[in-house]
């Protein structure tokens, strides 16, 4: 069965520092990976996601993430945080396989930017 | 382009009340999903409907629970003699194309509160 997995629960950082939220993944096949934030009593934001192709995959806000098809990694990152980004951010992992296969979330990861 | 819209927003239930939860896809999108938020945990899949359809139910409990997305308004989760463990977030999303198209985005709408009291 597919999984995904946010090892932190929380994640700190100082507003203008590189921050990096993690995500691994245990799925048979190649997966599709999305990321999604959600602000408070709000729902969820897409933000980006890797299918194929350039393992360094660029969205909303700044963020990036890179696939790691050996580490089964696909962790966000972005140069300089702001406080803004504070909010819950989720992975998600969807099978590539014809017919409908679930989207499956990480329990998410709380970043705080701190100013 | 209005995003996916849900309502109520907030809902508030006594044991034994029935809760409907309503979703409006966006325009342009045949496909809408369902799932629940439980405090301090992701979300969790429950049904995959297309119009008049559902295609996959596997995440939604079997009694009580029930949805429909009728080919005209919006789609409806409808949760019958509701106890305290069925409060969460609802949230539904929807996008373009179906199952054949796993690599579409799903967009989300706000969600909606449950509350049983």
């Known amino acids: 069965a597919q999984s995904v997995a946010q090892p932190e629960d929380q994640v700190n950082v100082a507003e203008g520092n590189p921050l990096t939220v993690k995500c691994t993944y245990s799925v048979s096949g190649n997966p599709y990976l999305f990321w999604y934030v959600q602000y408070p009593n709000r729902g969820l934001q897409f933000l980006l996601k890797y299918i194929t192709g350039d393992n360094l995959v660029k969205g909303s806000y700044g963020f990036e993430a890179e696939f790691n098809k050996s580490q089964t990694s696909f962790h966000l990152k972005k140069p300089s945080a702001l406080v803004s980004d504070s909010a819950l951010y989720f992975c998600a992992v969807r099978l590539p396989y014809s017919g409908n296969t679930p989207l499956v979330f990480g329990k998410g990861t709380r970043l705080s930017v701190i100013a | 382009n209005a995003g996916v819209m849900q309502n109520p927003r907030h809902l508030v239930r006594r044991r034994g009340q029935e809760a409907r939860l309503r979703c409006s896809p966006m325009?342009?999108?045949?496909?809408v999903y369902w799932y629940r938020q439980l405090p301090e945990e992701g979300l969790k899949f429950m049904v995959y409907?297309?119009?008049?359809?559902?295609?996959?139910e596997s995440g939604m409990p079997k009694e009580r629970f029930s949805a429909e997305f009728p080919k005209e308004g919006p789609s409806i989760l409808r949760i019958q003699q509701v106890v305290r463990g069925d409060s969460a977030a609802y949230f539904c999303a929807s996008s373009p194309r179906g199952a054949t198209h796993n690599q579409d985005t799903q967009y989300f709408g706000p969600g909606t509160r449950l509350t049983v009291l």
């Open positions: 409907l297309q119009k008049e359809n559902i295609i996959d």
């Open positions: 325009k342009g999108h045949s496909h």
